[in-house]
C-alpha cells in the first residue's frame, strides 16, 4: 500500500494506492492522528458465527459502467468494483489554485482523470471526473460519478454500529430545504454477518427539475467522531446520489443519473473524453451547519462574474397585480418604492397579453394596450434611480400563442417522435436547435436591449421528465438540452454585462449549484405571502449562499404592525423582495418598510460572510408552524440574530454570544438586552419577529 498525503486549506486527502485500485480517504487535517489503518491489521479467519469479521477495500476514485459488462449487484447499484492502475499524478499549483490531478487505467485502454480543485480561502473541494477513451473502439458509458468518498468513516476500527448518519434535504413546491437525518441502521445498511451484501440507499432528481424530492445536497456523519463529510452537486438534469454498503465501511457518490435510474447512455468515441458534472465536496469536525457552509462556501466562485456589490432590494409586482401588470400600475410602484431604497423594479408574468399571466408566452410581443411604451417607462424608472426588470418563461410555449401551433413542432423537444408537453398547454423549445437560439436572441436579448432593462428573471413552470429524444439515449438528450439552457444563460450575460439574472423554478426548483451559477440571485421559494417563508428561508441556508437567497415580503394595506414586521424580518434572512400594495400603505405603515429597509441596508457583511447555527423549538410541521426559530448568522465581527416566533406564546428566549459583543441595532425592539454573554428576548406572541445586529467591541 502506497499512499500520498496534500494538505489543502483545513482538509487532508490520502490516496490510497494498491495494485489494483487507487482509493481516497478526506478527513480534517485536525483528526489526522485518529484515523485508523485498517490495511495493516491482520486477515481475520472465516467464522460465520462471528460477530465481527474485517471486510475492507481501497475503495475507487470514481465508479463508471460500460455497456456490455456485468454487474455485481444488478438492480440494485451499478457501482462495479473494476481494476483500475495507478498511472500518474500531478500537483499544480498557483497564487489562487492548488490542484491534485490523477489518472488511472484500466488494461483495456480506458482511464479516468480525478480532479480535485481547491480554491485558496474557502471551505469545500471542487471534484470531477472525466472518462477518457484510449481504446481501440467506440464505448457506451451507461453510469459515471462525479465523486466518490469511499472509506467512510475513516476513524472506526470496524463496521461501527450505531456511529453514522445520512442529512439530507427535501426539495417540494412551497416546502423547499427541509432536513431530515436517519441513521445507517434506519437505512438497513447495516454490515451484513459475511460482508458481502451491496446494499445501498440511492435518491436523486428525475428530469429538467434538480430539486425536486430531494436537492443535490447529502452530509455522512460519524457521530462519535463529530466529524462529518458534506457533497454538492452542480448539475440542473437528472441527478443521483448513492450511499453503497460493500464492507465495513460505506461509499458515499454521486453524479449523472445512471441507466438503471433514469435509462441514461452516452457513446464516447474513441480518443475522446466525457466530463461528469462538477461536485463540491468537504469534511468538517463540527456540525451540520458547519458542514453544509463549507460546501456553499463553494458558490462563492461563480458570484464573481455574476454577482453584483452590495445586497439591493427589488420590487416585484407579481404579488400586488397577480399576472395583470400595466405601465400605470408600475410607475405607481416606482414611485412608492423610491423611498426604501430599492435597486430592481421587476415587472412578472402577465406583460404579453393582458389578462393572461402565463398563457400565449412564445411571441414575447408587448401587449401595448398595457404597455403603450414600455421603454419610455424604463427611462422613467431610471431616471428615479431604479433599474427596470422584466419576468419571461423564454423555454415554453403555451397555449394561445401562434408558437405553440404545429407548424413550429420541428423546433420543440419530442419524446418518442410525439411534441413533449406537460399537461395539454405547455412544450419547450429544443435549445440544441440553431433556430431556437436565432429566435430567442430576437425574442429575449434584443428585447432587453431595445428597452433598456437591467434585470431578468427567468421562470421556468414545470419538469420536461426524463427523456427527450435527439441522442443515443432519452436521458442523454436531456442533458445536453439543458446544457444549452444554462450556455444560454451564459450568453444573454455576455451581451449585456450589466444584466442582473434572476433563477427561478416554480420558485426553487433550480436551486443547485449550475444554474445559480449563471446567475446573480434566486427565487428561494413561491411561497409568497404564506406564514413558513421564514421557516423556509432558515432551510435554504444550507443549500445556497443567503446572498443569492431572494426572500418575498409582501406588504398590504390591511397588514397591521406585527404581520408587516413578520413578513419584513424574514427578508433578513437573504435578498429582500418587497412586493403587494406597496403604494396604498398608510404613513405609520411607510415608517415600519422604512425602517425595516435601513435596519437591512446594514447587513451586508453577515449576510455576505456569515456562517449561520440555527436554534429554537419550531415544529417539523412547516405549513402551520409551531415554537421559536432563532436564526443566528456570524462573520467577522458582526452578529445577527432573526428571532420568528410561530402559532402561540413562546417561552423567554435566551441565545449565548461571544464575549465581547454589544447590540448595535435593533428592529422591533420587543425588550432586549444582553447579560453575561446572554442575548435575552421578552416572551413573543404568535407570528411576531425581532431581528438583532450585535457588532463585536
Not at 374 to 392: A, H, L, S, T
Not at 432 to 440: F, S
Request: with cysteine; net charge negative; proline share 3%.
Amino acid at each position: 500500500m502506497e499512499i500520498k498525503s496534500y494538505i489543502l486549506g483545513n482538509t487532508q486527502i490520502d490516496y490510497l494506492i494498491d495494485e489494483k485500485s487507487v482509493g481516497m480517504q478526506m478527513f480534517p487535517v485536525s483528526e489526522a492522528g485518529d484515523r485508523t489503518k485498517p490495511w495493516e491489521n491482520d486477515k481475520m479467519p472465516f467464522n460465520p458465527r462471528a460477530r465481527y469479521m474485517q471486510t475492507w477495500n481501497v475503495g475507487r476514485l470514481a465508479y463508471f459502467h460500460l455497456v456490455g459488462e456485468n454487474l455485481s449487484f444488478p438492480g440494485t447499484t451499478m457501482k462495479k468494483q473494476k481494476a483500475m492502475i495507478f498511472e500518474s499524478q500531478e500537483l499544480v499549483e498557483t497564487e489562487t489554485i492548488t490542484s491534485v490531478i490523477t489518472v488511472v487505467s484500466a488494461e483495456d485502454g480506458y482511464k479516468i482523470k480525478h480532479s480535485i480543485i481547491y480554491r485558496h480561502g474557502l471551505e469545500g473541494l471542487e471534484c470531477q471526473n472525466e472518462f477518457i477513451n484510449e481504446s481501440d473502439k467506440d464505448v457506451t458509458l451507461d453510469m459515471l460519478s462525479s465523486f466518490s468518498l469511499d472509506n467512510l468513516s475513516p476513524f472506526q476500527t470496524d463496521d461501527a454500529p450505531d456511529t453514522y448518519n445520512l442529512h439530507r434535504f427535501f426539495g417540494g413546491w412551497s416546502m423547499e430545504g427541509k432536513h431530515i437525518c436517519q441513521s445507517i441502521e434506519e437505512l438497513s445498511l447495516e454490515k451484513s454477518w459475511a460482508g458481502f451484501n451491496g446494499n445501498n440507499e440511492k435518491f436523486g432528481s428525475k428530469g429538467s427539475y434538480p430539486v425536486k424530492r430531494y436537492f443535490p445536497t447529502a452530509v455522512f456523519e460519524d457521530k462519535k467522531m463529530g466529524v462529518m463529510w458534506a457533497v454538492q452537486l452542480a448539475h440542473n438534469a437528472t441527478w443521483q446520489m448513492e450511499l453503497t454498503r460493500f464492507d465495513d465501511t460505506l461509499s458515499l457518490s454521486g453524479g449523472l443519473g445512471d441507466r438503471e435510474f433514469c435509462g441514461w447512455k452516452k457513446t464516447v468515441k474513441k480518443g475522446e473524453g466525457f466530463k461528469a458534472p462538477k461536485a463540491y465536496i468537504a469534511t468538517v469536525k463540527g456540525d451540520i451547519f458547519d458542514a453544509c457552509h463549507a460546501v456553499t462556501d463553494m458558490q462563492k466562485t461563480a458570484q464573481l462574474e455574476y454577482g453584483e456589490k452590495g445586497i439591493p432590494t427589488s420590487f416585484n409586482e407579481y404579488c400586488a397585480t397577480w399576472g395583470r401588470p400595466t405601465q400605470e400600475k408600475m410607475l405607481s410602484y416606482c414611485k412608492a418604492a423610491k423611498k426604501y431604497g430599492v435597486k430592481y423594479i421587476v415587472i412578472d408574468a402577465g406583460w404579453c397579453k393582458e389578462g393572461c399571466e402565463q398563457d400565449s408566452n412564445g411571441e414575447w410581443n408587448i401587449d401595448q394596450n398595457i404597455f403603450p411604451n414600455m421603454k419610455e417607462m424604463n427611462r422613467i424608472i431610471r431616471e428615479n434611480g431604479m433599474i427596470p426588470g422584466v419576468w419571461f418563461e423564454f423555454e415554453v410555449t403555451t397555449e394561445g400563442s401562434k408558437m405553440f401551433g404545429p407548424e413550429y413542432d420541428n423546433m420543440k423537444l419530442q419524446k418518442d417522435g410525439v411534441v413533449l408537453k406537460s399537461g395539454e398547454f405547455r412544450s419547450y423549445w429544443d435549445f440544441r436547435h440553431k433556430d431556437v437560439k436565432e429566435y430567442l436572441y430576437e425574442k429575449v436579448i434584443k428585447m432587453l436591449k431595445d428597452n433598456d432593462f437591467g434585470y431578468i428573471k427567468v421562470d421556468y413552470n414545470n419538469n420536461i421528465g426524463v427523456e427527450v429524444d435527439g441522442a443515443e439515449s432519452g436521458a442523454e438528450g436531456l442533458r445536453e438540452h439543458l446544457q444549452c439552457v444554462k450556455d444560454f444563460f451564459i450568453q444573454m450575460k455576455k451581451e449585456i454585462p450589466d444584466l442582473i439574472i434572476e433563477n427561478c423554478a416554480s420558485g426553487g426548483h433550480r436551486l443547485e449549484p449550475s444554474m445559480m451559477g449563471v446567475s446573480a440571485v434566486s427565487s428561494f421559494s413561491d411561497a409568497h405571502e404564506a406564514v413558513e417563508i421564514p421557516y423556509i428561508a432558515a432551510n435554504l441556508h444550507n443549500l445556497m449562499l443567503p446572498s443569492q437567497e431572494l426572500i418575498w415580503a409582501v406588504l398590504h394595506e390591511d397588514d397591521n404592525k406585527d404581520r408587516l414586521i413578520y413578513s419584513l424580518a424574514a427578508t433578513f434572512l437573504g435578498r429582500a423582495c418587497l412586493s403587494g400594495s406597496i403604494d396604498k400603505l398608510e404613513d405609520w405603515q411607510q415608517d415600519i418598510v422604512m425602517e425595516a429597509m435601513q435596519f437591512y441596508g446594514n447587513l451586508e457583511n453577515v449576510i455576505k460572510n456569515g456562517k449561520t447555527k440555527i436554534y429554537g423549538n419550531r415544529s417539523k410541521c412547516t405549513r402551520y408552524p409551531r415554537g421559536t426559530q432563532i436564526v443566528c448568522r456570524t462573520a467577522n465581527d458582526e452578529m445577527l440574530v432573526v428571532c420568528h416566533n410561530f402559532e402561540g406564546l413562546s417561552r423567554d428566549i435566551q441565545i449565548d454570544i461571544p464575549k465581547g459583543y454589544e447590540i448595535k441595532n435593533i428592529f422591533n425592539d420587543i425588550g432586549i438586552k444582553i447579560e453575561e454573554n446572554v442575548l435575552k428576548i421578552n416572551r413573543m406572541e404568535g407570528f411576531t419577529a425581532t431581528a438583532i445586529l450585535l457588532k463585536s467591541i
